[in-house]
Nanobody, 117 residues
Framework: QVQLVESGGGLVQPGGSLRLSCAAS????????MGWYRQTSGKERELVAT???????DYADSVKGRFTISRGNAKNTVDLQMNSLKPEDTAVYYC???????????WGQGTQVTVSS
């Protein structure tokens, strides 16, 4: 079992910044990927950014150049720095932890990000 605790999120004006953090605990060992997905009402959950244990990262085209994913100071944490936020970034953001091939997969409880003036 893996537990994920998310922090950050909130309300920000367009052009502003927010930072999301996720800490994983439990059976953390070997190769895995951590990342962030987001979902709005009536739409499927979509990739935002992921990072592997060797530091390889992947981003959705819509956030490239604005968002940065990184491993936190603690080994099993991941941060998402979100800059130049747009109203279309408004969503519930979910932290994800998974093994290669999605043979194990866990989600956080979600944190709301609202970009509005």
């Amino acid at each position: 079992q893996v537990q994920l605790v998310e922090s950050g999120g909130g309300l920000v004006q367009p052009g502003g910044s927010l930072r999301l953090s996720c800490a994983a605990s439990g059976s953390i060992f070997g190769l895995y990927t951590m990342g962030w997905y987001r979902q709005t009402s009536g739409k499927e959950r979509e990739l935002v950014a992921t990072i592997t244990t060797d530091g390889s990262s992947d981003y959705a085209d819509s956030v490239k150049g604005r968002f940065t994913i990184s491993r936190g100071n603690a080994k099993n944490t991941v941060d998402l720095q979100m800059n130049s936020l747009k109203p279309e970034d408004t969503a519930v953001y979910y932290c994800n932890w998974r093994r290669p091939g999605w043979i194990q997969n866990y989600w956080g409880q979600g944190t709301q990000v609202t970009v509005s003036s």
